[in-house]
């Protein structure tokens, strides 16, 4: 693939420490924060000034409540395997957009590519939240939930 003609330095450092290794650092440190973010309900005609009703208006898309995740994915062996199976899935999907891309002759800006993209990132969310709560789940379940098994 000619997306992957690269030398071997610029995969080990400029992929792996800077553009992953960082991205990896500051999402955490975003979700950090988010965590410990405080809300203030309030009606927006309460707010006195136009800059801060804009920013109430785009904070009403942000969640109710954000969820701290910790697999525990060495508690178990069912957990490891599960969460290897989650990430391997996870890789393999990555990996069809570039094979997309390549086999059918789709352009590396068409519009396809985007929409695949979103669909996944949106049933990914909810799937991997369901996985969470069926694996932390104490009681016994036989059946994952329903956006898991579409996913």
């Known amino acids: 693939l000619p ?10 450092i400029l992929d792996f420490l800077l553009c992953n290794g960082l991205g990896i650092y500051l999402g955490i440190k975003t979700c950090e924060y988010l965590s410990m973010k405080t809300y203030h309900w309030r009606g927006l005609w309460k707010i ?3 800059k801060g009703k804009l920013k109430r208006a785009a904070e009403q898309f942000t969640p109710y409540s954000w969820e ?7 508690e178990s062996f069912t ?12 890789m393999l999907q990555e990996l069809n957009v570039f094979y997309l891309k390549t086999i059918l002759w789709v352009p590396p800006h068409h519009s396809l590519n985007a929409y695949r993209e979103l669909i996944y990132a949106v049933c990914g969310a909810c799937a991997i939240s369901e ?19 579409k996913c």
């Open 3 to 12: 997306n992957f003609g690269e030398c071997w330095w610029d995969h080990w």
């Open 131 to 149: 996985m969470y709560h069926f694996l932390q789940s104490k009681y016994v379940v036989s059946v994952f939930g329903n956006i898991l098994y």
């Open 48 to 50: 006195p000034t136009f």
């Open 68 to 74: 701290q995740f910790k697999w525990g994915y060495t």
């Open 79 to 90: 957990k490891f395997i599960s969460v290897a199976a989650l990430i391997t899935f996870w």
